[in-house]
């Protein structure tokens, strides 16, 4: 036997711990550099025109107003002293229009009795609008 032989393999061994020190430093610098890095974006929001006044919302749009005390109705600024005088000024106003431009709001008092609202919304309906909107006052009280 040669002396060779004799001797046992060498089974290679790797030390992680200069490996783990390494990535620890590493970690710590990222973590200290991160915060100095922006993280946010800046967000220019366009500032309105000085001059610029605001436009009507729509010269279209129906408004049915419940007086105080109910019985008395107006259609945008046209008085209707009775429903069916209410019920003739919304068919005029409607007829025409096409489907998307039928939009109707309502404004009634708030001490008014709920069956009166509905009596109009019947009537708003009868006369094709769709869809009705309730424009709701106080709402912070």
């Not at 008395?72 to 429903?83: F, M, V």
């Amino acid at each position: 036997m040669s002396a060779n032989q004799n001797k046992k393999q060498v089974v290679p061994y790797i030390n992680v711990t200069p490996l783990i020190d390494v990535l620890l430093v590493l970690l710590i610098i990222f973590m200290v550099i991160s915060p100095a890095k922006p993280s946010c974006f800046d967000a220019r929001i366009p500032e309105p025109s000085p001059s610029s006044a605001p436009e009507p919302v729509c010269d279209l749009c129906l408004m049915v107003s419940v007086l105080p005390g109910g019985g008395s109705y107006k259609l945008n600024a046209q008085d209707a002293a009775t429903l069916t005088d209410l019920s003739a000024q919304l068919h005029q106003a409607l007829d025409g229009r096409p489907a998307d431009r039928k939009a109707v709001f309502l404004k009634a008092p708030p001490a008014l009795a709920y069956g009166e609202v509905v009596k109009v919304i019947d009537v708003m309906k009868e006369a094709g609008s769709f869809p009705i909107g309730l424009q709701l006052e106080n709402l912070g009280q």
